[in-house]
């Protein structure tokens, strides 16, 4: 499903943010990426995201290496993956609704179809009774939820978060972690970049450890 295979990433001021780093995450996996403050867990988040290109070896996504995609076909690749931001990243100037819809109505969904996706994945996050509200209206971890529905709206194969409960409570990280569980147990292989040890610890599933840019632990399946 995904594969890093010596993965090297340099950016221009000579940092290294990557060194010789390789693993897999099968289909229906759910990994823990983790490792200190700028261990590269984002930069590895935003190579799958095609946001960024490697500087040496080969990414490859359900069967794809990434170097033969084209900046004109990314946005049709990432229809695939739903992306979870620490910071929520919603229009508060919209409802819950509109932001849950926007990555439909970008891809030209239908207007019946968006309403029944979005009511679908606002149900399983606990949000259908608050559609019209207001993000500003909502609770840190409820915005967060939105924030998850808006990312499996469109039924990806492949879920990424990036440290999706830093700014929760541990009953509220909890959770959004068990949220991503229940969307792992119907076929949705997660991602998930975390500093949280004491909590994914517990969760008992793989956890990938980088260190300074290196692959230290997790990278066999």
Same mark, same amino acid.
């Given at each position: 499903? &995904?594969?890093?295979?010596?993965?090297?990433?340099?950016?221009?001021?000579?940092? +290294?943010?990557?060194?010789?780093?390789?693993?897999?995450?099968?289909?229906?996996?759910?990994?823990?990426?983790?490792?200190?403050?700028?261990?590269?867990?984002?930069?590895?988040?935003?190579?799958?995201?095609?946001?960024?290109?490697?500087?040496?070896?080969?990414? =490859? =996504?359900?069967?794809?290496?990434?170097?033969?995609?084209?900046?004109?076909?990314?946005?049709?690749?990432?229809?695939?993956?739903? =992306? =979870?931001?620490?910071?929520?990243?919603?229009?508060?100037?919209?409802?819950?609704? +509109?932001?849950?819809?926007?990555?439909? &109505?970008?891809?030209?969904?239908?207007?019946?179809?968006?309403?029944?996706?979005?009511?679908?994945?606002?149900?399983?996050?606990?949000?259908?009774?608050?559609?019209?509200?207001?993000?500003?209206?909502?609770?840190?971890?409820?915005?967060?939820?939105? *924030?998850?529905?808006?990312?499996?709206? /469109?039924?990806?194969?492949?879920?990424? /978060?990036?440290?999706?409960? *830093?700014?929760? +409570?541990?009953?509220?990280?909890?959770?959004?972690?068990?949220?991503?569980?229940?969307?792992?147990?119907?076929?949705?292989?997660?991602? &998930?970049?975390?500093?949280?040890?004491?909590?994914?610890?517990?969760?008992?599933?793989?956890?990938?450890?980088?260190?300074?840019?290196?692959? &230290?632990?997790?990278?066999?399946?």
């Amino acid at each position: 499903m &995904i594969s890093f295979e010596r993965i090297s990433k340099r950016y221009g001021e000579g940092h +290294d943010a990557l060194r010789e780093v390789s693993f897999k995450i099968e289909k229906d996996e759910l990994v823990f990426l983790t490792g200190h403050s700028g261990a590269g867990k984002s930069t590895i988040l935003r190579l799958i995201m095609l946001m960024e290109r490697p500087t040496r070896g080969e990414v =490859v =996504v359900n069967g794809r290496p990434l170097r033969k995609i084209g900046p004109r076909a990314i946005p049709h690749y990432r229809r695939d993956i739903g =992306v =979870v931001f620490q910071n929520h990243q919603l229009l508060f100037d919209r409802t819950v609704f +509109d932001n849950v819809a926007l990555p439909l &109505i970008i891809c030209g969904y239908d207007h019946r179809e968006v309403g029944r996706r979005v009511r679908a994945a606002l149900d399983k996050v606990g949000l259908l009774s608050r559609e019209r509200a207001m993000p500003i209206a909502l609770s840190g971890g409820q915005q967060q939820r939105v *924030g998850i529905a808006r990312a499996i709206v /469109a039924k990806p194969t492949i879920l990424l /978060a990036d440290e999706p409960t *830093g700014n929760l +409570d541990p009953a509220l990280s909890a959770e959004i972690m068990h949220l991503f569980e229940a969307f792992n147990q119907v076929g949705v292989t997660v991602l &998930i970049a975390s500093h949280d040890l004491a909590l994914i610890s517990r969760l008992h599933h793989r956890i990938i450890t980088l260190k300074q840019g290196k692959l &230290i632990a997790g990278g066999a399946h």
